[in-house]
């Protein structure tokens, strides 16, 4: 279990790793789906207010660790909170970045952001992946991009580089080199 798995499961109102409870009772009645909604839809992808940030920062904290937990040290990974991540998100969001989170019957399971035409962290929890949220959050994430989708992931990152290329995203030659042992690259849509 990594090490905000506990904090996780407090603010998204689940345990870690459990099916969380019908959540329709905790939204304000304008953000509540209507029984017919959460019947034929289950999925339900929000824009992310300062009060969801939370349970946003929480989804990003347990992901990002499990997504980097092959390229980073015990000591980096544990910095990664979901206190530190609402900092990060909050700093993201007061420099124009839209946050989308996906819910599932209630349960956030992931989240990604955008920035003109710049999407960045789409993270989905481990124990949700490979269920299609991944992709759901990305093709809703393109949707809101003024110009052609642009993204970074890291050189490494096969999984996500598949995702991405499935979804039409190609690599441009670009790169960042962050360490001597990792980099990330540029993949543009079209």
């Given at each position: 279990m990594f090490p905000a798995a506990e904090k996780v499961g407090?603010?998204?109102n689940y345990p870690f790793g459990?099916?969380?409870p019908q959540?329709?009772?905790?939204l304000p009645p304008d953000e509540s789906p209507s029984k017919e909604e959460t019947s034929l839809n289950p999925f339900e992808i929000k824009k992310v207010k300062y009060a969801d940030l939370p349970q946003a920062a929480a989804i990003h904290s347990v992901s990002w660790q499990a997504s980097h937990q092959a390229i980073c040290s015990e000591a980096f990974l544990s910095i990664h909170?979901?206190?530190h991540q609402k900092k990060y998100l909050e700093q993201a969001m007061?420099?124009?970045a839209g946050f989308y989170m996906l819910?599932?019957?209630?349960k956030p399971v992931g989240i990604v952001s955008v920035h003109k035409s710049l999407i960045e962290n789409l993270y989905v929890l481990p124990e949700e992946q490979n269920?299609?949220?991944?992709?759901?959050?990305l093709r809703h994430a393109i949707e809101k991009c003024d110009q052609a989708p642009t993204l970074w992931i890291l050189e490494k990152n096969e999984g996500a580089r598949r995702l991405y290329e499935r979804t039409g995203f190609r690599m441009t030659g670009r790169m960042h080199t962050l360490s001597d042992t990792i980099a990330e690259c540029e993949m543009r849509l079209g």
């Amino acid at each position: 279990m990594f090490p905000a798995a506990e904090k996780v499961g407090a603010l998204l109102n689940y345990p870690f790793g459990r099916t969380a409870p019908q959540a329709e009772a905790a939204l304000p009645p304008d953000e509540s789906p209507s029984k017919e909604e959460t019947s034929l839809n289950p999925f339900e992808i929000k824009k992310v207010k300062y009060a969801d940030l939370p349970q946003a920062a929480a989804i990003h904290s347990v992901s990002w660790q499990a997504s980097h937990q092959a390229i980073c040290s015990e000591a980096f990974l544990s910095i990664h909170t979901p206190e530190h991540q609402k900092k990060y998100l909050e700093q993201a969001m007061e420099n124009g970045a839209g946050f989308y989170m996906l819910s599932v019957k209630g349960k956030p399971v992931g989240i990604v952001s955008v920035h003109k035409s710049l999407i960045e962290n789409l993270y989905v929890l481990p124990e949700e992946q490979n269920r299609g949220y991944g992709t759901r959050l990305l093709r809703h994430a393109i949707e809101k991009c003024d110009q052609a989708p642009t993204l970074w992931i890291l050189e490494k990152n096969e999984g996500a580089r598949r995702l991405y290329e499935r979804t039409g995203f190609r690599m441009t030659g670009r790169m960042h080199t962050l360490s001597d042992t990792i980099a990330e690259c540029e993949m543009r849509l079209g």
